[in-house]
């Protein structure tokens, strides 16, 4: 029996179905059954996927060369194992006061010393992670998805490449989708069934972490090359912030810089020429641990701000530019909230504050969250409240915290009606010798 099961259906090796040649055939066979156990984990291959979106370059599949899985299953700690992971875009620092850094022996110690701490290898695998999950994210984006559901499962596999244990390592950020005047700040809150057109320019913005150490990162997609020049601005001007940040540079030069590429370009949707304009009150920002805006905002316009960006410190350069007023206000339904970091310690009198609170604090700490998350059946952790967690009438509860001052509530951010708004954004790393763009890959 288990000689013909080998043999079912198969031609020999001379062509022949018949029976001869089958001592070769067998042969051939069990080489075959020994590559087939091999193929499908930690196989090297040629990405060769393409995305529908427009202005993002290199192939959904990327991580194929890795040994990834298409789809992406392998947790990015075990596919580098015993492997250092991949190094960000390293610049050098150009500026008159910091170009000795390169060389300084003081400067390349203090480097290998941060080094050894395992703090540049944890941000190098939470970018890993955010590369592998945003490429394979590029892959489902499309006309006629629900953002709901392009949601989520771009989370699931962000949690599961990062092998989510709740505060330890998880989602930084819950996924921004912002589609057209709405600059940031919406996800859909459960029962959103927006979908996703093929005239939309929607924000791609989501965060991972491990260790508290937030990689921040977004981009836009469109599928009308008329948009082409909107999102090339504001790559270009992102670049551009990337180029000038450094140790020491003043943030009013970086957002000069920013400034000065965003509004050199225009843009002609139907028939209409519109210049393309900073969205002045919406900022890059230094990151912490467990702490998305650490205390300083990095302008996308000269600001006048002369304080100097710091050594070890990592920043989200972000930028957005608009075809509207250049300026956004908060409107619509919220769905983002986030505990303040120097939340006051008050007295809560009302039950469902209390635990709602106590649920923050055990699943989110202070990263940021949303309301689809607390509906989850987990709670927005698995490992935190196995399928304990889903937050029943919270409501009330959740915006007494917020009256209180121990949460904050992020609505949409919005331009003018009308208008289409982009956004690009890496993280960087001010190291003591050189600029790593941890964020960066083959797509932008």
């Not at 062509?15 to 156990?37: F, I």
């Not at 949601?151 to 490449?161: D, G, I, S, V």
Request: glycine residues 10%; hydrophobic residues 30%; negative net charge.
């Amino acid at each position: 029996g288990e000689e013909e099961g080998e043999e079912e259906g198969l031609i020999d090796v001379d062509g022949s179905q018949d029976g001869s040649g089958e001592v070769a055939k067998k042969k051939k066979k069990k080489k075959k059954k020994k590559k087939k156990k091999t193929a499908n984990k930690l196989t090297v291959s040629e990405p060769s996927n393409k995305t529908q979106c427009i202005n993002i370059g290199g192939f959904t599949d990327y991580y194929c060369a890795h040994g990834q899985t298409e789809p992406p299953t392998i947790p990015v700690a075990d596919l580098f194992k015993g492997k250092p992971f991949p190094v960000g875009e390293i610049q050098e620092y150009t500026q008159d006061f910091n170009r000795s850094r390169i060389t300084s022996e003081e400067k390349l110690f203090l480097d290998g010393k941060i080094g050894d701490t395992g703090f540049y290898e944890t941000v190098r695998e939470a970018s890993e992670v955010h590369r592998q999950v945003r490429s394979y994210a590029q892959s489902f984006i499309k006309p006629g998805v629900k953002l709901i559901d392009m949601c989520e499962r771009l989370e699931e596999k962000n949690r599961e490449l990062v092998r989510e244990r709740g505060l330890e390592r998880g989602i930084g950020f819950p996924t921004g989708c912002s589609i057209n005047e709405v600059a940031a700040h919406y996800t859909p809150n459960c029962g959103d069934n927006t979908v996703l057109q093929q005239g939309d320019v929607c924000k791609v913005d989501f965060g991972t972490q491990i260790d508290g150490r937030i990689i921040d990162c977004a981009f836009t997609v469109a599928f009308d090359h008329k948009y082409d020049n909107l999102l090339k601005a504001v790559q270009e001007a992102t670049d551009a912030g990337i180029r000038n940040a450094g140790v020491d540079v003043r943030l009013c030069d970086v957002g000069a810089a920013v400034e000065e590429v965003m509004e050199s370009h225009e843009v002609e949707l139907d028939g209409v020429t519109y210049p393309v304009k900073c969205i002045r009150n919406l900022n890059g920002h230094s990151i912490g641990q467990y702490q998305i805006h650490a205390g300083q905002s990095v302008p996308i316009v000269d600001n006048g701000d002369q304080t100097k960006m710091l050594e070890d410190q990592m920043y989200a350069i972000e930028t957005f530019g608009s075809t509207g007023r250049g300026h956004v206000y908060e409107e619509g339904e919220c769905s983002h909230y986030m505990k303040n970091f120097d939340a006051p310690r008050v007295p809560l009198k009302l039950a469902s504050a209390k635990k709602v609170l106590s649920h923050v604090n055990r699943t989110f700490g202070t990263l940021a969250f949303c309301r689809r998350w607390l509906e989850r059946d987990d709670g927005g952790s698995f490992f935190a409240n196995s399928l304990q967690g889903r937050q029943e009438r919270y409501i009330t509860g959740l915006k007494t915290l917020c009256d209180k001052g121990i949460v904050s509530a992020y609505p949409p951010l919005v331009d003018s009606p009308g208008a289409y708004t982009a956004q690009y954004e890496h993280t960087i790393l001010l190291r003591p010798t050189c600029k790593e763009v941890v964020s960066r890959g083959t797509d932008y």
